[in-house]
């Protein structure tokens, strides 16, 4: 089975840095989403292409672990890697990055199916998901 990776690069902005110059530890959240958006676009399961299913993927759990900081202006590259389950939801884990390729942040989270129409969390893989684990060779025998 094959790790399925996005690498994404980002440079830090004004407004995500504090009075100290350093990115506000909130903000790799969002650069999460920005890994896992990028992932989305190259591998055919962006939410849009969810929502057509007919399913949303909230976010259920995150974690992450600061290792070094960030400043205004920074480079950082955002490893975004798909996590193999054969349970019914997404996981991702992300290695951000600085210019120097030292490792600042590690983090995952974790998102469930739930039927837009009914609001119902899925118990079980949906059709369309099993399909694209198919596609990059991820179904568990």
């Known amino acids: ?17 504090d009075s100290l110059g ?7 959240i969002s650069y999460f989403e920005e890994g896992r958006e990028a992932f ?7 939410y849009l292409d969810i929502k057509k299913q007919g399913f949303a993927v909230p976010i259920v759990k995150t974690s992450t672990d600061h290792m070094l900081p960030l400043k205004y202006g920074d480079v ?3 490893e975004t890697a798909f996590k193999n389950t ?3 939801k997404i996981i991702f884990e ?6 120097q390729n030292q490792v600042v942040c590690k983090g995952e989270t974790v998102q469930v199916f739930t039927s837009i129409e009914t609001g119902e969390m899925a ?3 949906p059709e369309f998901f099993k399909k694209w684990k198919q596609k ?3 179904l568990d025998d």
């Open 22 to 28: 350093i990115v506000w530890h909130g903000h790799y």
């Open 136 to 138: 990059y060779n991820l």
């Open 86 to 88: 054969q349970a019914a």
């Open 123 to 125: 118990l079980t893989n």
């Open 1 to 17: 089975m094959k790790e399925l990776k996005e690498i994404h690069q980002i440079t830090i902005r004004f407004n995500e840095v």
């Open 94 to 99: 992300y290695v951000i990055k600085n210019h």
């Open 40 to 46: 989305g676009k190259t591998f055919g399961i962006s």
């Open 76 to 78: 950082a590259i955002i």
